[in-house]
């Protein structure tokens, strides 16, 4: 199979990631555990040769200004772009610290938007939702994201699933994720996300004995997507 060269370069790193996280302080809401949510994403976006920028407690608004800056300063950070965002979600949408909605579809089409040289889209969701159900239809809410090439989504939590994390260690999704990728970095980003989702789903969470949490995956990409230097 294809694979696509994502392989840092001289002084040049593999791509950009970028983090944000929500926490959401003084409401009834409060998430204080995505703090070490970005703690763990930088540190592993770090090991794995990209530039990291993380944006905390921004307003909906906040964050696609954020995003539409980062991605103009691309042009020479590399081949692979990376967003993942710690904070609530609903149907379809990320919740910014103002608690308004900001839809996924929009925050990935400033990602993939053609002002930017880079070629490969890589996003990453985190969202917690405390308890509260979330739905998501795949067909209606991100078919249309098939026009972007190379676009990867990952969520922490599938339809009727909620995702869950522990005050000062951080969500179970984020700590799989960082710990799993960083020692599989030969094998194919599918291939750690299904192992990722294996060892989330197979958490036993206290005080539940009904459910599981159950990551989901959504994919337009084309090769085999690695990290190792080959």
Not at 142 to 158: C, P
Request: hydrophobic share 40%; charged share 25%; net charge neutral.
């Amino acid at each position: 199979m294809d694979r696509y060269d994502v392989s840092p370069a001289g002084d040049k790193k593999r791509g950009l990631a970028i983090i944000m996280t929500n926490d959401f302080h003084g409401t009834l809401s409060d998430l204080p555990f995505v703090w070490e949510d970005g703690i763990m994403l930088w540190k592993m976006f770090e090991l794995l040769d990209f530039n990291v920028i993380w944006h905390a407690n921004h307003s909906a608004r906040e964050m696609v200004n954020s995003l539409k800056e980062d991605v103009k300063s691309t042009n020479d950070v590399g081949k692979l772009l990376a967003c993942c965002v710690s904070s609530h979600g609903q149907q379809s949408v990320v919740l910014g610290q103002d608690k308004a909605a900001l839809w996924i579809k929009r925050m990935v089409d400033t990602l993939a938007s053609e002002d930017t040289e880079i070629s490969r889209k890589l996003m990453a969701f985190q969202e917690d939702t405390s308890g509260r159900k979330i739905k998501f239809d795949v067909t209606q809410d991100f078919s249309r994201i098939a026009k972007h090439a190379d676009v990867l989504l990952g969520f922490a939590a599938y339809q009727g699933t909620v995702s869950v994390g522990i005050y000062k260690k951080g969500s179970y999704y984020i700590n799989e994720l960082t710990k799993y990728l960083p020692a599989h970095t030969t094998e194919d980003i599918h291939v750690v996300l299904a192992a990722v989702c294996k060892r989330v789903q197979s958490i036993v969470f206290d005080g539940c004995t009904t459910e599981a949490q159950l990551p989901m995956v959504f994919s337009t990409l084309t090769k085999m997507l690695t990290f190792s230097k080959y």
